[in-house]
C-alpha cells in the first residue's frame, strides 16, 4: 500500500514557524523528487518548490524564497517542509509529491492527502 501522509499543520501566528512532514509508506523516497504544494482558498493549486533525490532545490514561488526550506531524511523515509516568518498569504491545504528519479520534472507519480496551514492572529 502506497502512500504519503502529511502532517504538522494547524493554526500559526504571523511571523511563526511551522514543519510540515511527509512520511512514504510501501515505497522508498531515496529514488524520488519530492516536491510541495498548496492551494489556497478559492485559489488554484500552485507549486511550492521541489528537491531532487540529491537534494537540488528549486523554488517554483518567489514569495516563499528565504522563509521556506525543503529538506529529506532518506533513512526515516520523510521529507520535510520547514516554513519560518510566516503570512496570512501563506494559509493553505499543503501537499507532497514524489516524482520517480533525481530531477523534478513534474511528472508527479503519489500524493499526500494534504494538511491545513493557517496564519492568523
Known amino acids: 500500500q502506497v502512500q504519503l501522509v502529511e502532517s504538522g499543520g494547524g493554526l500559526v501566528q504571523p511571523g511563526g514557524s511551522v514543519r510540515l512532514s511527509c512520511a512514504a509508506s510501501g515505497f522508498t523516497l531515496d529514488y524520488y523528487a519530492i516536491a510541495w504544494f498548496r492551494q489556497a482558498p478559492g485559489k488554484e493549486r500552485e507549486g511550492v518548490l521541489c528537491i531532487s533525490s540529491s537534494e537540488g532545490v528549486t523554488y517554483y514561488t518567489d514569495s516563499v524564497k528565504g522563509r521556506f526550506t525543503v529538506s529529506r531524511d532518506n533513512a526515516k523515509n520523510t521529507a520535510y517542509l520547514q516554513m519560518n516568518n510566516l503570512k496570512p498569504e501563506d494559509t493553505a491545504v499543503y501537499y507532497c509529491?514524489?516524482?520517480?528519479?533525481?530531477?523534478?520534472?513534474?511528472?508527479?507519480?503519489?500524493w499526500g492527502q494534504g494538511t491545513q496551514v493557517t496564519v492568523s492572529s
Open positions: 509529491a514524489t516524482e520517480y528519479g533525481n530531477n523534478c520534472y513534474g511528472e508527479y507519480d503519489y
